[in-house]
């Protein structure tokens, strides 16, 4: 059979740079095609954190870690619902993803306790997930690897068994191996709703962190299913905390002056635990909703302290929780203010002894300056004593990574539905469904997933096109 190349990739973001340049150092003849108009996918937009244990970054802060630690970890997170074979090999793998990112001319000033873990492994690149996807599209063309953009992959080319190539805009190409790397399906309503539907119940205000990187659609959870791949990993992914007070905003990080209540009147979480819970933990309430309650004093001087919003040292800072953008809203009535406690239960439908019991033992520990039941840490602790006061609904309505899509092994092969490999089929990044499980792990699971793991499939494809004839 004739080849136009060794190995197609689908997908030019972090997890499909990363692939291609692995495959083309293993002798590999490889071609990038890219439905956007630019290389960088989602990686480009995200804040650059890469999720990883028993770095050089890490040694050098004097932080203890292994990938054993980060595997157990993982795991009983998840509770053992999710698969070990595949969570191990990325706790092992990971920390050569910095290694390499370093080589590449990455830098990290910062390791953070990106998820509810003890030991810090979310390693922040300087210049975001911008200056990875700058560092990897400028070692792409430094290589010289081929990339076409603008160019969307209709259908994958099945003979015997094998998967040999692609149909894209009215042509075929033929390879030995196919790589897909496109990403989640964030931007699809269609696809939110079979996949996501714990995300997809609230509606309108649903949107993805990736809405600037266009086509993450779910073309390649498409496209393997169309040849039989299986899709695993339901109504998984990360969903982040939102008041939704200014339109496609992300925000992952709730402010910790905020007293956090349920519809039943009751707290059920730190205000600030980490995006890698919250979202999860706010959706499982009643209605799938919370209210996040202040007064006026507090709303005047908590809202000036910005630092809880940039936990990751990128220079972001909120916007949602300014003072006068809550204020615009109180005035519309989207936002809900009262001049006493009893009134805003009553706005809200909340018990008022419970709401008041609830406050009564907040305000008691903010004096003692001790979160005595939900131990949030707070640089102040705010009590909540003079109206009027404020209620701003909050849900985990903003999809952070989409967490259900194909199945592979640990070398990387796309498996069918009887969980078989296919050949020649690989993938790696958020297209994937295995990696994840029921929560997310701590920021820098998506990019370290996407270059991870997209490492691992370069290097297995270019092994498989070695072994076929030309």
Same mark, same amino acid.
């Given at each position: 059979m004739e080849y136009d190349y060794d190995i +197609? +990739? +689908?997908g030019g973001g972090g997890g499909g740079m990363t692939a291609a340049l692995f495959a083309h150092a /293993?002798? /590999?003849k490889v071609m990038i095609l890219e439905a956007d108009k630019k290389l960088g996918g989602a990686t480009q937009y995200s804040e650059g954190v890469v999720y990883a244990a028993g770095t050089s970054v890490q040694r050098a802060q004097g932080i203890e870690d292994s990938a054993q630690a980060m595997f157990d970890y993982i795991m009983t997170l998840n509770a053992w619902q999710t698969r070990p074979d595949i969570i191990r090999l990325f706790a092992e793998r990971s920390a050569m993803t910095i290694e390499w990112l370093i080589s590449l001319g990455a830098k990290y000033e910062w390791v953070v306790k990106s998820g509810v873990d003890t030991v810090p492994r979310g390693h922040c690149t300087v210049g975001a997930g911008a200056e990875i996807a &700058?560092?990897?599209s400028e070692a792409v063309g430094g290589q010289g690897i081929e990339t076409v953009l603008a160019t969307r992959v209709d259908s994958l080319i099945e003979e015997n068994g094998a998967i040999v *190539? $692609? &149909?894209?805009? #009215?042509?075929?190409? &033929?390879?030995?191996a196919v790589i897909i790397t496109t990403g989640g399906f964030g931007n699809s309503p269609g696809m939110r709703a079979k996949y996501f539907p714990s995300v997809a119940q609230h509606g309108d205000i649903v949107y993805a962190v990736h809405n600037f990187a266009p086509f993450i659609l779910g073309d390649g959870i498409k496209l393997g299913e169309a040849v039989g791949a299986a899709v695993t990993g339901h109504d998984t992914g990360l969903m982040l905390p939102s008041a939704a007070l200014i339109p496609n905003a992300v925000e992952a990080f709730l402010p910790p002056w905020t007293m956090l209540v349920n519809d039943e009147g009751r707290r059920f979480m730190p205000e600030n635990s980490p995006y890698a819970v919250s979202g999860y933990l706010i959706n499982e309430q009643t209605r799938s909703h919370a209210w996040a309650i202040f007064d006026e004093k507090t709303m005047i001087e908590g809202s000036q302290d910005k630092r809880f919003s940039d936990p990751?040292?990128?220079g972001a800072e909120s916007q949602t929780w300014d003072e006068a953008l809550i204020r615009k809203h109180a005035a519309t009535g989207k936002i809900k203010t009262a001049p006493t406690l009893e009134a805003l239960a009553d706005q809200l439908n909340i018990d008022r002894f419970a709401l008041a019991e609830t406050m009564r033992r907040y305000n008691e520990d903010a004096h003692a300056g001790q979160d005595s039941e939900w131990q949030k840490v707070s640089p102040k602790y705010f009590p909540l004593e003079n109206g009027p006061f404020y209620a701003v609904e909050v849900r985990a309505s903003v999809i952070g990574q989409t967490s259900a899509g194909l199945d592979i092994d640990t070398q990387g092969r796309v498996r069918d539905i009887h969980g078989r490999p296919l050949p020649g089929l690989y993938a790696a990044g958020e297209v994937l469904g295995c990696v994840q499980g029921k929560r997310y792990s701590g #920021? *820098?699971?998506g $990019? #370290?997933?996407a270059l991870t793991f997209g490492r691992l499939a370069g290097e297995e494809a270019a092994k498989y096109a070695a072994s076929k004839a030309s």
């Open positions: +197609i +990739i +689908i /293993a002798g /590999a &700058r560092l990897l *190539g $692609v &149909r894209a805009s #009215g042509a075929e190409l &033929r390879s030995k990751y040292h990128t #920021g *820098g699971m $990019v #370290g997933n």
